[in-house]
Each structure stands twice: as C-alpha cells, then as structure tokens.
C-alpha cells in the first residue's frame, strides 16, 4: 500500500492528472499513421477516421467517449467535447476513432479580425473607384422596383446594359439604390471582398485546417490575382456573396435553416439551383425542401413587386440565352459558349441539352459520392463546376470558384493547386482574338487556350471520378486522402 513517501505522492498526482477533464477537439481531417496508434498522436490535432463498425444517424454519427454518448454532426468541425482524456489515448467509437490530444487554439478573433480588415480594405477602395457597371444595372433594377417601370423593356441608361436577373433581384437591390453612389460601391465591394475571406475560412475549417488571421489575408489578396476575383470586383458583380451562401449551406446542411440560403441565392441567380439537386443526391432532403421553398418564395417576392415584369422574366426572357450578352463571346466558359465558337454559330438546343447535361451529370454524381464519403468542400467545388458547365452562359467573373477549388486541391497536390491557380492568373481565354465575332475565325489551337477554364473544369472533374474509383477498394478518410 502507498504511504506518503516523495515516489508515492509523485505516482498519485500523475494519475489524479490523467483524469481530470480536457478539451477534446473533433475536426474532420487525414487518419494519422502508426506512430499515433502506437500512442504518439500529432500535436494539436484530434482526427476522425471510419472504424470496422459503423453506426449511422440521420445526418449525425453517435459517438461514445469514455462511455458517454455524444452527437457528432457529420463532418463538422472546430466541435469540442468534454471528455477527459490523454494525449496518448485513442477513444473507441460507434462508427469512429476519436485521436485525443492537445488542442492547439488560435488567439480570440483573428478570423473575425482579418474579414474586417479585409472589408475595411475592400470598401476604401470601391468608395475611391466608385463605378462599377453591373452595379450600375442592380441599382437601376432596384430604381425600377420603386418606381414601378417595366424592368426587362429597357437598359440601364449609365452603362446601357439590361437588367437580366429574375425579379426577386431588383427587389433586393432596392436598398443600394437610396444610397449616394460611393456609398453603395463601398459597401457592396466590401461585402464581396468579406464573404471571399469568409469562404476562405470556411473552407480551411471544413478542411480540418486552421485558419490564422495571416493566412486569410494573404489567400483573400493573393486571390485578387485570379482573373475571376478581379473581374468580379472590378464589375461589381454579386458571384462571390453567393459563392458564401452555397459554401454554409452544402458544409453544414445539418443546421435547422439549412438550405434556405441556397433558395435564396437562387432566386438571385437560377444557376444555384443545381445545389438543390446535390442536397437531395446526399440525402440532405430536408435541406433541399427548405431551398426549393425559399426559391419558390423569391419568385413570389418578385410577382408581388413586379407582376408584369416577372411574368415577362418566367415566359418570355427565361430560355433565352443571348439575353445576357453574345454566347460566343471568349469569356463565356460554358459547354455552351464552347459549342457556338467551334460550331461557328449557336449548337441546336438538342445538341448543348446532350453534351451539357451529360457532363454536368456526371460531375454532379461525382460531387455527390465525394460528399457522402466524407470530403463536402470538394463535393460542394465538384457541384459548382456541375452547374457552370450546365450554364447556358457562365462569364469568366462566375468562376470565382477557382479559390475553394484551389485550396482543396492544394490539400492534395501543391503541383495540381499551382497548375489550376495559373490557369486563372494567366487568362489564357483571352490569348486569342475576341471580341465583336472574331471567335468564329480562331484556328484549332486556338479552341485549346480560349476554353482554358472549361478544360481545366473538366480536368478536376475527370480527375474526381478516377479518384473516387480508385478508392473504393480502400478506406477513405475525412478529407478524401487515401489510407
């Protein structure tokens, strides 16, 4: 029996220091290798891997940590459990291996720090640039709204180019309308420089990887670098705010008012729409009900405010692709604008419905097998390059999902996340003539740098599926590596 001797005392104060009660953080990310299971788990980190055994809850995988069960939404992160633990304890789970060890935390609000610097930065600027066309159209929508003046019968008289948005849009926009002119680019350039920064984090932290205040700001600046970043603020156009909305609503669906943010940024633009059909691919039906219930309340807001244009808008403007501008045109990346350069004129609509709905397809399977096993960031990506493929138009500035894209394959390959970054640095779209119908005179080499965006989309695609069969002998982890 222990008396008090020094060798006792020391023994009774490392057993009352093993139990006592730690912060065990659960994040999605790689299996470690042997040297955790033998006891040695990397500092900072507590991962998550598929054990034998699974046991599956709708939307939740049910864990239990030292004999106390918890609620584990699947692939969340940054959770903390109180469980106590050591570092060099693995805790058997229902369907899951808990790596307990320490937490290594950030310092309090740098992520909320650097968004703001970001914002306060983006908006100084837009208030000193202050013109910015497609701002331009949003407001005149938004004049339109108050007014009550047909929307769709005539064009914005600043930049001349029409409003070609559903209703609901010019609805929204009223607000920016009241404002002076400097006002409403500082804060629309700051919002969209904001939600950039903020789907940055998002997607480091549904990586299972850190997001410092350095880093947000550097990947946030370092972006402006891409073709679509700049061309997106330099236009003021809105791609990146529903870049956001997408990114919390496909990364966490398990949220009671999930899916409504994507309803929403449908009734903005209708091309969200194909993330509704990945919820119910996932079998996140829930969420995809409240999406397809907020869209259908958009189209309502906008018969409310405009019935006559809306009725226009849903009859007449809907299925016409050169509303928004010449398909053929070299910055129109979709499968569609690709078939009207090489074909020399517009594709039957029997043809683009064929091609595109085919490959759109078979990408968008691929986003959904990604995101079941695990990996919802590069589901979600693989889901954005589904609906620009399918996109009767999809301008160079709708391809601000080439930063998400980047960081998630950055994770897997840096030479993969340098050669696609560079594809968007370069702008090799605009290498040969464009502009005015001279795409119909490009040789055949010029079809390869001119859809540069869309082969490269097609690239990261094809490369999902050979990836997604290649793992199905073997297990997979949280962030889709192979184990």
Not at 3 to 17: L, V
Not at 300 to 326: H, I, K, N
Not at 351 to 358: E, I, T, Y
């Amino acid at each position: 029996m222990c008396g008090n001797s020094p060798t006792c005392t020391a023994h009774r104060a490392r057993k009352k220091s093993s139990i006592a009660p730690r912060s065990l953080s659960v994040t999605p990310g790689r299996r470690l290798g042997a040297g955790l299971r033998s006891g040695t788990p990397q500092r900072g980190q507590a991962q998550l891997t598929r054990a034998s055994h699974r046991s599956w809850t709708r939307g939740h995988r049910a864990i239990t940590v030292l004999g106390r069960r918890q609620a584990l939404p699947f692939g969340a992160s940054g959770m903390t459990l109180p469980v106590p633990c050591v570092t060099s304890q693995i805790c058997e789970t229902l369907g899951l291996v808990v790596y307990a060890a320490p937490v290594r935390r950030m310092g309090p609000g740098s992520a909320p720090a650097a968004v703001l610097v970001v914002v306060i930065g983006a908006a100084i600027a837009g208030a000193v640039v202050g013109e910015f066309p497609d701002l331009h159209v949003y407001r005149y929508g938004g004049r339109a709204v108050l007014d009550q003046l047909p929307l769709y019968d005539a064009d914005d008289p600043v930049t001349g180019y029409p409003f070609t948005y559903p209703p609901f849009a010019a609805v929204v926009m009223v607000p920016l309308t009241l404002l002076p002119g400097w006002l409403a680019a500082a804060l629309w350039t700051g919002a969209s420089a904001g939600c950039l920064a903020v789907s940055v984090v998002v997607v480091r932290r549904a990586l299972g990887r850190p997001a410092p205040w350095w880093l947000v700001v550097g990947v946030t600046a370092g972006a402006l670098a891409l073709e679509p970043v700049w061309q997106n603020l330099s236009f003021g156009q809105i791609n990146l705010i529903l870049m956001l909305a997408v990114l919390i609503d496909l990364v966490r669906p398990e949220r009671g008012t999930s899916g409504v943010l994507v309803g929403i940024a449908a009734g903005l633009k209708l091309t969200p729409l194909v993330f509704v059909v990945l919820l119910v691919l996932v079998g996140h039906r829930g969420a995809a009900r409240r999406a397809s219930l907020a869209f259908a309340g958009t189209v309502a807001a906008g018969f409310a405010a405009l019935p006559g244009s809306a009725a226009t808008y849903w009859t007449d403007g809907l299925l016409d692709p050169g509303r928004v501008g010449p398909p053929a045109l070299a910055h129109n990346q979709s499968v569609n604008g690709a078939l009207t350069r090489i074909l020399d004129g517009s594709p039957p609509s029997w043809l683009w419905l064929v091609v595109a709905g085919l490959l759109a397809s078979a990408v968008l399977l691929a986003a959904a097998a990604w995101w079941r096993r695990g990996d919802r960031v590069l589901g979600t990506c693989l889901g954005a390059v589904a609906m620009l493929l399918a996109a009767p138009v999809a301008w160079s500035h709708h391809w601000v999902w080439a930063v998400p894209v980047a960081l998630v394959l950055w994770e897997r390959s840096r030479w993969a996340a340098a050669a696609w970054t560079a594809v968007f640095v370069l702008r090799p779209i605009v290498w040969p003539p464009w502009g005015r119908g001279q795409e119909y005179d490009w040789r055949w080499f010029d079809h390869l740098s001119g859809n540069a965006y869309l082969l490269a989309a097609l690239t990261v695609g094809s490369w999902a599926a050979i990836a997604l069969n290649r793992r199905r002998g073997g297990s997979v982890s949280m962030v889709g590596r192979r184990e």
